[in-house]
Structures are given as structure tokens and as C-alpha cells.
């Protein structure tokens, strides 16, 4: 097993999340994401912290 440190605010967030509820990024409807929806969200997040272009898996290795 892997230990990642999370963030007290995120920590505290996943905590009060449900515990049968799998799906915590949701759509604006409440649905859960498609995995095409996620990536469109997941650069329209990017360019709203004017992070560079580039897939968002290089997020992932950047903290690593």
C-alpha cells in the first residue's frame, strides 16, 4: 500500500463524503463524469489556473 499525503482541507472534505458514495466529481447535475467528460473538465480546470497545455497526467508526475 501507498501512502499519499492529502491536504487537511481535502482530508476533511473525502471524510464527510458518504461512505457508500463512489463517485465525488460529479457534474454540475449531479451525474457522475464519462471518462471524455472528465478530461474536458479536467482542461477546462487547467486553463482556468493558466497552467500550461499538456495532458493532465503530467499533473500527476509533477507532484510525484
Known sequence: M???P???ELRRVLDA????QFT???TRA???R???GFGTAM???CDQAELPNGPSHG???AIA
Open 2 to 4: 501507498i501512502d499519499i
Open 6 to 8: 492529502i491536504h487537511p
Open 17 to 20: 463524503l458518504p461512505a457508500d
Open 24 to 26: 465525488f466529481l460529479e
Open 30 to 32: 449531479g451525474k457522475r
Open 34 to 36: 464519462s471518462p471524455t
Open 43 to 45: 482542461r477546462a480546470w
Open 59 to 61: 499533473l500527476r508526475k
